[in-house]
């Protein structure tokens, strides 16, 4: 790369330290959050809210909260001050930012195996995530229509789980490095011998097995074969975020498009590839883990998450929404594109063993 090219990359680092229709087929589609519900419905949700609004009063002011590192903790005071009014509760959030959301879900089953109550009471998480906990029975059904949660496609894995945010996954690159006209257009251009050293695969290798989904093995297979022939730089996705604004790479093959807005406002040269077909939509998703010390709490806070209330806070502090509700932002993101939803089938009985693959052939054991 030439000299111009990666100063301007460390000026625009500096710059960001200094800084404080519907889906397309391939996509599940998606519905309004509501809908009109019946005087007699809505009464039987108030009175179930208020016996677990009871039920929550005994189990404590204290709450550990696990979401993603995308959070910043200056939000939680936020989200915590509208869960409570919302509730009429007084609960502290003691908020724990993702490090490895796979390391931590394996840690939370570790606790549930041995008998011991989960380190936290809620676990923001992705789909991929949930679906480990979902396959090792780690996590349980709930009543989502009594909490208000009446959109039957937010609800995941057998009724266990609700996608209260969507993240747009796809290949991000360097501008300052790479022109519009030589940016990656579709998934297989990151094969092209350009990006061969200059590439970045990141431990969150799920995002391969998603293309699995439509692909099917055989032809992900091939194309990991392909990208692991490109002698790719490995890490966690935020470490290659800050190898890619470097300059030390000129492209990430997959990222979140949530992940570099920050990035972004701070001058950083970091642009995400709308046009690659189909674009990953992950969920985050909140659930009642088995044993957790706080069950009620949890119930209400994924409830919360899928509120007005909720959807607006998170919409402000990490800039992402629930595809699933009408109007939404990630709602209109998605409309008109590619978008590819995990399935829930594929989720359970595929993603884990693929990724595990696709993570080998590329380098991580």
Known sequence: MGRLGRALCVLSLAAALACGGGPS????????????????ASGAATGSLSALRDAALKEGDVFEFYAPSSLNAENVPQLQAAFNKKYGLNVTFKYTPSGSMTRDAARVLTEIAAG???????????????????????????????LGVTNQKAILYDGTSAAFATQFGGPVYNTSLVRADEAPKDWN???????????????????????????????????????AAQQPALGRLQEL???????????????YKSLILDARRAGAPLQFADTVKPIIAAQTNAGVIKGVRRPTLARLAAAFLLSPEGQAIWQEAVEES????????????????????????????????????????????
Request: with cysteine; proline share 3%; charged share 20%.
């Open 25 to 40: 087929s391939s996509s599940s589609g998606s519905s309004s959050a509501g809908g009109s519900t019946s005087a007699a």
């Open 116 to 146: 011991q109550p989960p380190t936290w009471d809620i676990m923001l998480m992705t789909d991929a995530q949930y679906a480990t906990l979902y396959n090792n029975d780690a996590i349980e059904k709930t009543d989502w229509a009594a």
């Open 189 to 227: 251009d990151l094969l092209d011998p350009r990006w061969r050293g200059k590439l970045g695969v990141s431990t969150a290798t799920h995002h391969l097995a998603r293309l699995a989904q439509l692909w099917g093995d055989d032809r992900t297979t091939r194309f990991v074969e392909g990208l």
């Open 241 to 255: 975020q800050t190898r890619l604004q470097l300059c030390e790479i000129a492209v990430l093959s997959s990222t």
């Open 322 to 365: 629930s595809m699933f509700i009408d109007g939404s932002p990630s709602f209109q993101y998605a409309h008109g594109r590619d978008v590819l939803v995990l399935d829930a089938r594929f989720a359970v009985e595929q993603l884990e063993p693929l990724t595990e693959k696709y993570g080998r052939m590329v380098g991580y054991r």
